[in-house]
């Protein structure tokens, strides 16, 4: 039972583009989410969360959208630079907080191209 | 500032064996959490320790059990190991409101 889906296995984008990702969930007791990114031969590096009270939250290049109705969420990176190909993975927290037990999605692969 | 430190970072074992992985957490964090990531998918939580007990469990068997010791560093432990459990084991520590996982231990079992 796949609580957090992320449908979209992998994404291209040119250089300077805006970078969609998007994630959806089940629960509707999930009340934080996060975003982390994931290169190869390294643990997941945390980008970004937004709480369940909030619909967006933004970090320079990175803001998150929250749609709890649709049980929706989307990182949007703009511009898009090379350095950001990476696995970006959603995880949702059942409990409260980025602390405790993470539910993760399957993880979209960007790739930027110059 | 090390940040989150897995010992080994690579392990072949065979079936039946027993394996036992290791974590230090970033400094000044007291809560560890283990999570295993098979190929192509997501990390899924095994279980997390605070104060040295077992605060919280995924829906792993009892196969897979874990330690906290004093200094807060943390060992996984699995018995009778499964092809299945062929996954990189993520460790990850936390304080306030952010979790920090370390590059992982990639297990093989042949």
């Known amino acids: 039972d796949q609580q957090v889906k992320q449908n979209s296995p992998s994404l291209s984008v040119q250089e300077g583009r805006i970078s969609i990702l998007n994630c959806d969930y089940t629960?509707?007791?999930?009340?934080?989410f996060l975003w982390y990114k994931k290169y190869p031969a390294e643990g997941p590096t945390f980008l970004i969360s937004i709480s369940s009270i909030k619909d967006k939250n933004e970090d320079g290049r990175f803001t998150v959208f929250l749609n709890k109705s649709a049980k929706h969420l989307s990182l949007h990176i703009v511009p898009s630079q090379p350095g950001d190909s990476a696995v970006y993975f959603c995880?949702?927290?059942?409990?409260?907080?980025?602390?405790?037990?993470?539910?993760f999605g399957t993880g979209t692969l960007l790739a930027v191209q110059p | 500032d090390a940040g989150v430190t897995q010992s080994p970072t690579h392990l072949i074992k065979t079936r039946g064996q027993q394996v036992t992985l290791r974590c230090s957490p970033k400094s000044g964090h007291d809560t560890v959490s283990w999570y295993q990531q098979a190929l192509g998918q997501g990390p899924q939580f095994i279980f997390q320790y605070y104060e040295e007990e077992e605060r919280q469990r995924g829906n792993f068997p009892d196969r897979f059990s874990g330690h906290q010791f004093p200094n807060y560093s943390s060992e996984l432990n699995v018995n009778a190991l499964l092809l299945g459990d062929s996954a990189l084991y993520l460790c990850?520590?936390?304080?306030?409101?952010?979790?920090?996982f370390g590059p992982g231990t990639r297990l093989t079992v042949l």
């Open positions: 990850a520590s936390s304080q306030y409101n952010e979790q920090f």
């Open positions: 995880a949702a927290s059942p409990y409260g907080g980025a602390t405790n037990k993470l539910i």
């Open positions: 629960n509707s007791m999930f009340d934080y």
